[in-house]
C-alpha cells in the first residue's frame, strides 16, 4: 500500500531504502539486495553521485560506449555515448567508417547566441515604459557587473538586452529578452543570475521613476529564466560524395540508392508523423554523446524539437540534395552546451569522455553532437530504405533476449551462430533457446 511520508529526505540512506522496502516490497526479498547491488564500492565516488540529487538511493547504470573513426574537419575522433538502445552505437560506427572513405564530416559553428528572458506585467503605455527602459538598460547591465565580470574578461558576457511588447497575448505582459555569450559554459547558472538581477534592478528602477504614477511603478515581474530555445546557437554538420560512391548495397544502385535516400529525406520534411520518427533517430546520436559529456539532453531535446517546429509545421532536422552527380546530406541543430563547469567537473566519466574528444571547446563539442545526430539518421535511412530496420535491430536485440534467458557462452555461441543464417524475431529466438535447452 503506498503511503505518503514527509521529512524522507532527512532519513538516511538506509532509513530510505527501509521505508522502500516496507512500504512497497514487503514480501520481495530481493529488492534491497537489487538496490545495493549498484552501489559502488568506492565510497568517495558513491558520496560523489548520492549528492548530485537528492534521496539518491542506488546507481542507475547506462551503457557508455564508443563509436570510433569520425573524421570531422580532418581530425579523428572516437565518440564517447551513453545510451542504452542496443543499435545505436553500432549504427554510429558503421555510419563513421562509410564516411571515412569519403571525406569525412565537415562542419561549422553558424552562431553561438544564448537567450533568457524576465517576463513581467506593466500595467501602464508601451511608449512610457520603453523610455524608461531606454533609461535604465545602462544600469541593468552594470548592477549585474559582479556577475558578469569574469565571463566578460574571457571576451563573454550580455551582448543586448530588449524590451518586447507581449500585451497582445496576455494583458499587461511584457519581456525583457537578453542575449548572452557564454563561452565554453553552457551557461544556465550565469544566465539566470543575470536575469534575476535584471529582474530586482527593473523593480526597483520603476519604483523611483519619476514618470511614472502609481500603478505604473509597481512592476510584477512573473519570472526570470533562460529560454532552451536557442535557435541563434546554431551548428551545421555535413557531408558530401560523388553519387557513384554510395554504392555498398548490393540490391541497389549507387544513383537507386541515392534517389531512394533524397525521397527518404522528402518524407521526413513533408509528414510530421515520419518527422517525428525521424528525428528521434538523430536525437538517437545526440542524446548519446550530450549525456556522455555531461550536459542536459532535456534541454538539448527541447530546443531541437521546437527549432524542428519553428515554421510553424514539425519538419525533418536533416535535408540531402543530389546536384551535379555530387549526393550532399545535412543537419542543422540549435544547442547550447557546455564544456567546463556543473558535471563536466565532477563526474570521472564525463571528465574521461571529454579528455577522449581532445578536451573540445562548447564550440567544438556541438560539432562533434551534431555529427553524432547525422551519422545516426544516416545509418537509420540507410538501413530503412535497404534491409529494413529490423535486420540490425533483432540482431542487437538478439543479446537482449539471451541474457532474459541467461543463456550460458555455450547457448549464446550456438544459438548467434544459428541466427547468421536465420531471421531473428523474438519468438524465434525462444524456440531456438528451448530446441537447444530440450535436445542437452
Ligand atoms: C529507432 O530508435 C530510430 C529509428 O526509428 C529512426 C528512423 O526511423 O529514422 C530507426
Not at 511584457?174 to 544556465?188: K, P, V, W
Not at 519570472?223 to 541563434?232: E, F, Q, R, T
Not at 549525456?291 to 525533418?316: C, K, M
Not at 535511412?381 to 543479446?399: C, N, V
Request: proline share 2%; charged share 20%; net charge negative.
Amino acid at each position: 500500500m503506498s503511503k505518503s511520508i514527509s521529512g524522507f529526505s532527512k532519513l538516511s540512506k538506509q532509513k530510505k531504502i527501509e521505508w522502500i522496502i516496507d512500504t512497497y516490497f514487503p514480501n520481495n526479498d530481493d529488492a534491497a539486495q537489487i538496490i545495493k547491488q549498484y552501489w559502488n564500492n568506492d565510497e568517495i565516488l558513491q558520496k560523489l553521485h548520492d549528492e548530485f540529487i537528492e534521496n539518491t538511493i542506488t546507481n542507475y547504470y547506462l551503457p557508455f560506449g564508443v563509436a570510433p573513426n569520425f573524421l570531422i574537419n580532418g581530425r579523428l575522433y572516437a565518440i564517447p555515448m551513453a545510451i542504452e538502445e542496443s543499435s545505436v552505437v553500432a549504427a554510429a560506427s558503421k555510419s563513421a567508417k562509410f564516411w571515412l572513405d569519403r571525406g569525412g564530416f565537415k562542419t561549422k559553428i553558424i552562431s553561438t547566441t544564448k537567450i533568457g528572458q524576465v517576463h513581467f506585467l506593466f500595467n501602464g503605455a508601451y511608449e512610457k515604459l520603453n523610455s524608461f527602459f531606454k533609461s535604465i538598460k545602462h544600469k541593468l547591465i552594470d548592477d549585474a557587473k559582479p556577475i558578469t565580470q569574469n565571463m566578460d574578461k574571457r571576451g563573454g558576457g550580455i551582448l543586448d538586452i530588449e524590451l518586447r511588447d507581449k500585451t497582445q497575448g496576455l494583458e499587461n505582459y511584457y519581456q525583457l529578452h537578453a542575449t548572452f555569450e557564454t563561452l565554453d559554459a553552457m551557461g544556465a547558472n550565469f544566465i539566470n543570475s543575470c536575469l534575476e538581477q535584471f529582474a530586482s534592478t527593473l523593480k526597483h528602477q520603476a519604483e523611483d521613476f519619476e514618470g511614472f504614477d502609481d500603478n505604473e511603478k509597481n512592476i510584477q515581474v512573473i519570472m526570470s529564466i533562460l529560454s532552451n530555445y536557442v535557435p541563434d546557437c546554431l551548428v551545421r554538420a555535413e557531408v558530401n560524395c560523388p553519387v557513384a560512391e554510395l554504392n555498398e548495397d548490393k540490391n541497389l544502385s549507387a544513383t537507386e540508392f541515392g534517389t531512394k535516400f533524397i525521397q527518404a529525406l522528402k518524407i521526413a520534411e513533408l509528414d510530421p508523423h515520419r518527422a517525428v520518427t525521424h528525428n528521434k533517430g538523430v536525437m538517437n546520436g545526440v542524446d548519446a554523446v550530450v549525456l556522455a559529456t555531461g550536459n542536459d539532453f532535456r534541454a538539448i531535446e527541447a530546443g531541437v524539437h521546437a527549432f524542428a517546429a519553428r515554421n510553424g509545421n514539425y519538419t525533418s532536422l536533416t535535408h540531402a540534395k543530389i546536384e551535379n552527380s555530387m549526393f550532399s546530406f545535412w543537419i542543422e541543430l540549435p544547442m547550447a552546451l557546455g564544456t567546463v563547469g556543473g558535471l563536466t567537473n565532477l563526474h570521472p566519466l564525463v571528465k574521461l569522455a571529454l579528455e577522449m574528444l581532445h578536451h573540445p571547446t562548447a564550440k567544438e563539442l556541438m560539432q562533434i553532437v551534431a555529427v553524432a545526430g547525422l551519422a545516426q539518421n544516416f545509418a537509420a535511412i540507410r538501413s530503412l530504405i535497404t534491409t529494413g530496420i529490423q535486420e540490425g535491430h533483432m540482431k542487437m536485440h538478439l543479446m537482449n533476449i539471451l541474457n532474459q534467458f541467461h543463456a550460458n557462452e555455450e547457448e549464446r555461441s550456438a544459438i548467434v551462430e544459428h541466427f547468421k543464417k536465420n531471421v531473428v524475431t523474438h519468438s524465434a529466438v525462444v524456440e531456438a533457446i528451448n530446441d537447444l535447452r530440450n535436445k542437452n
